[in-house]
Each structure stands twice: as structure tokens, then as C-alpha cells.
């Protein structure tokens, strides 16, 4: 559940209207609904409330300052992937204490800067990364927090190029090897076992593949726990959100029909794991990106054209697949609504963006109200892997964010000027 909603006519981000927030600062735009945000983030606490747990945001799907802080402010801690992520929780008033560091390619630099900032955990993913920290933590004359992501060989059932824990995939350490990997970094003396790590796969919409996972590896966590005095088990993010036409449908007709009837909720997820986890007696890590910022934001854009070509009706908008990559590159379905509600027949339409690829389209042969120049269009669900996956391809600025909370709206992040594109380049010193 989010809240965008018509009210009357209009779209309405909690009690600002859409389009007033698009006229004053322009589109391309992300709008954030801060209730949402904290909502989501409340929900799955509570429900996860019988266990010792702590939920790690990742970073990753959604890095906005204001988001970061709003989910500091409510305990949250944060599931980072590189040494800007950390930089950015701790400019956003996070806890580096509170941070777990994953990703398979931590360089020295960021090994160092975690340790000197007192990461919770380092989530390795091989044993080679195992001996750098351990080398580091040794020229710092420190000892570092380690846990191992553990590749659980399970098919998440979800998009090919978001699937994680397979052996076709990069992440982890296969499970046959964990117990003697953990075994043998006793050894390296700058290491302490602090946990163990598993993370499936991303935009999971059933509970079945998560217990899968856990039954899992359970006798293994345990097995571990006693070994090597661990304090915790993260199960990863991974909880899928609703794309589908919910809004435009309308609410209540959708939340009747029988696809609501199996979506995955809090409710669900932790009524299915709680009962497997709470046995263990170790604190429980969660790393949910887009389960809480997903449905938080919307982008918005504006029609510069219709254009109807052969077979096809083409809204031809301002944002592209610079601003929000997932339709061009996972195939992933958005839902698009007008800032303002009209009557009237739908028209098969492609929202396609202004880049010079057949790749730059949001949606094909959709069904859509009709629209004119200066219309406005939103973006459903792009809180999460939206903004943060960006570019300038095309010379494109990178958009502006909106906050809002309630009545009140904010900048979060000014629109890029297009000079500020090229500030770094310089013309090499022969071409001069
Ligand atoms: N933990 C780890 C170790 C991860 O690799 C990920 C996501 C998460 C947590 C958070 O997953 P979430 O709860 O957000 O599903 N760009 C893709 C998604 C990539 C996810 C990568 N890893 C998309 O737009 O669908």
C-alpha cells in the first residue's frame, strides 16, 4: 500500500498534489512519499518483532540522503555494497555500527575504511577477500567483524539477471564449503566470526523460496553458531512489491481480486520464518531494499509528443531510460497513470523516451487514456532502483528528487545542470 492517490481528478503524493510539485520543479521528476517509506519500514519490524532482529536497508535500491535519514531516524541499519554507500549513511546521520558490508569485489581501500568506521560486519565472499581483510585489519592492529555469504543453491524464482543465490551466480560461498572455510580462518588471527550471511535473489513475491532457503541452511547456521560463538544470521532482502496495475484499476477493486490474495507481506514472511529462525537463538539481520522504498516514489514526466506511426500510438515523454532503466533492461513492468484522471477510451500506446534506442521504452501496446502534448505521466513503484541507477547517457541531467511529507515538500536533490555533466572532462593538453 502506498500514498498516491486520486483524490478527485488529481494525483495526489500524501496531501501535495503531483502535478503542482511538477510544474514548480520540473520534469523529470522523483517524488518520494516519506508515510510510505516509514510505513513499510514499520510493518516489517513489527512483524518480525518475536525475534531479535535488525533490519539493514540496502542502500542500493534507494540512496537519497532524506531517505537514508528518515530510516535512521527509526533504528534502521543499512546493508552497504561499497565505500560510498558507507560515506553516504554516515553523511545521512546512519550508524556505521550498524552497517553490513557485502559485495564480491571490496577493495583494500574500502576494507580500510569500513574497519577505521567500525562496520558491524564484513559479508564475505570468498576466501581471498577473507585473507585481505584479515591483512588490513592486521596493518590497522585491528580485529574485524566477519560473517560469510553462503550460496545456498536455491532458484529464487524471479528474473534471471536478479537471482543470486545459484551456482550460475557470482555471490557467495558455496554451501558444501562454508563449514571448512570457517574452520580454516581460524586461523587468520585479525578475524572475528561475527555471523552468516545468505541473500537469494531480488523481487521475490513468494514466501516458499525464503523458507526453501532457510530450511536450508539452518543445520548449518547451527552447526556454525556452535563452532564459532556467532551472534547472527542474515536471510537477506529480497521481498518482492507489486508492480501490476493497482491504482489505475482502482485500489479496492485490486486488493479484491485474486492476485492480492498471494502477494507476500510482512505478515506472511514472518509467520512462515519466524517459527524456523526463533529456535536459533541468534539476532536475525534482514536487508530489504525494495520492499521499503519501491513503492515510496514515482517519476514523473511529461508528453512532448504523440506520434502515430505505422501500427503505433508513441507518447514520446521527457524522462528515458537514463532516469529509470528497469523496463529497457529487466523487462519490468511500471505502471503508468496520468496526473489527471480523464474519462474516456484507451488507446494501445508506448511510452517511449527521447534516447536514440529501441531499448528506450517504458511500456509497448498498452492500453492507456489518451494524452497530448503537456500532459503529465507517473511512473508507478520507481522508488527503489530507480534514481540510483541513473545516467547521463545522452548528455541527460540527472533528475531532481522531491520528499514529501504530508503538506510539506522538499528538493532532496536538485536537478543536474548540464555543465555540472561535463565537469570533471578536460580536452587532453595536444588537442589544445
Ligand atoms: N542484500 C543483498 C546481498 C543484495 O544483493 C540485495 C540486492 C539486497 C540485499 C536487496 O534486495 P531487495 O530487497 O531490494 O530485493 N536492480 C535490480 C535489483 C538488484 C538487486 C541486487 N541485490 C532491479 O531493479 O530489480
Not at 546493508?79 to 559485495?103: K, N, T, W, Y
Not at 553458531?225 to 501490476?244: A, P, V
Not at 519466524?274 to 530489504?288: D, M
Not at 541513473?390 to 533528475?399: D, G, I, K
Request: aromatic fraction near 10%; charged fraction near 20%; hydrophobic fraction near 45%.
Amino acid at each position: 500500500m502506498h500514498d498516491f492517490r486520486y483524490l478527485g481528478k488529481r494525483l495526489f503524493c500524501e496531501g501535495v498534489g503531483v502535478e503542482t510539485l511538477a510544474k514548480r520543479f520540473g520534469t523529470p521528476l522523483y517524488v518520494y512519499s516519506q508515510r510510505t517509506l516509514t510505513r513499510h519500514f514499520q510493518e516489517l519490524d513489527r512483524a518480525m518483532s518475536p525475534v531479535e532482529h535488525l533490519i539493514c536497508f540496502a542502500v542500493k535500491s534507494n540512496s537519497n540522503q532524506s531517505m537514508l535519514r528518515t530510516l535512521a531516524n527509526l533504528g534502521s541499519g543499512f546493508d552497504i555494497v561499497s565505500g560510498g554507500e558507507l560515506a553516504r549513511v554516515i553523511s545521512a546521520g546512519g550508524d556505521p555500527r550498524q552497517c553490513v558490508f557485502a559485495g564480491v569485489g571490496k577493495t583494500e581501500v574500502e576494507i580500510e575504511f569500513a574497519l577505521r568506521r567500525g562496520v558491524y560486519s564484513f559479508n564475505a565472499e570468498s576466501e581471498a577477500e577473507l585473507h585481505r581483510i584479515n591483512r588490513v585489519a592486521a596493518r590497522l592492529n585491528k580485529v574485524a567483524p566477519v560473517a560469510v555469504r553462503v550460496n545456498p543453491d536455491v532458484a529464487a524464482q524471479t528474473h534471471t539477471k536478479i537471482t543470486t543465490g545459484t551456482y550460475e551466480n557470482k555471490f557467495g560461498i558455496a554451501f558444501e564449503q562454508v563449514d571448512a572455510v570457517y574452520a580454516r580462518a581460524r586461523r587468520l588471527k585479525n578475524l572475528r566470526w561475527r555471523g552468516v550471511q545468505m541473500h537469494i535473489g531480488s523481487q521475490i513475491t513468494a514466501v516458499r523460496p525464503f523458507a526453501q532457503a532457510v530450511r536450508k541452511v539452518l543445520p548449518l547456521v547451527r552447526r556454525l553458531k556452535e563452532r564459532h560463538e556467532l551472534e547472527f544470521f542474515s536471510i537477506g532482502g529480497g521481498l518482492g512489491i507489486i508492480y501490476q496495475p493497482a491504482l489505475a484499476s482502482g485500489m479496492a477493486q485490486w486488493w479484491n481480486s485474486a492476485a492480492a490474495k498471494n502477494i507476500l507481506t510482512p505478515e506472511t514472511y514472518a509467520a512462515r520464518l519466524v517459527p524456523l529462525l526463533k529456535p536459533l537463538g541468534l539476532k536475525i539481520l534482514l536487508e530489504p531494499g525494495r520492499f521499503i522504498s519501491g513503492n515510496a516514489g514515482i517519476l514523473v514526466t511529461r508528453v512532448e509528443y504523440v506520434k502515430r506511426t505505422g501500427r503505433k500510438n508513441f507518447v514520446i515523454v521527457d524522462a528515458a531510460m537514463n532516469d529509470l532503466i528497469r523496463p529497457a533492461f529487466y523487462e519490468a513492468y511500471h505502471e503508468i497513470v496520468p496526473l489527471t484522471r480523464q474519462g474516456g477510451a484507451l488507446i494501445k500506446s508506448d511510452v517511449v523516451g527521447p534516447i536514440c534506442e529501441s531499448g528506450d521504452f517504458f511500456c509497448k501496446d498498452r492500453p492507456l487514456p489518451k494524452v497530448g502534448e503537456g500532459d503529465f505521466l507517473a511512473l508507478l513503484s520507481a522508488g527503489a532502483y530507480g534514481f540510483v541507477m541513473a545516467s547521463n547517457y545522452n548528455t541527460r541531467s540527472l533528475a531532481a528528487e522531491v520528499l514529501v511529507n504530508g503538506k510539506l515538500a522538499a528538493v532532496v536533490r536538485e536537478r543536474q545542470s548540464v555543465k555540472e555533466i561535463w565537469a570533471g572532462e578536460k580536452v587532453a593538453p595536444w588537442l589544445k
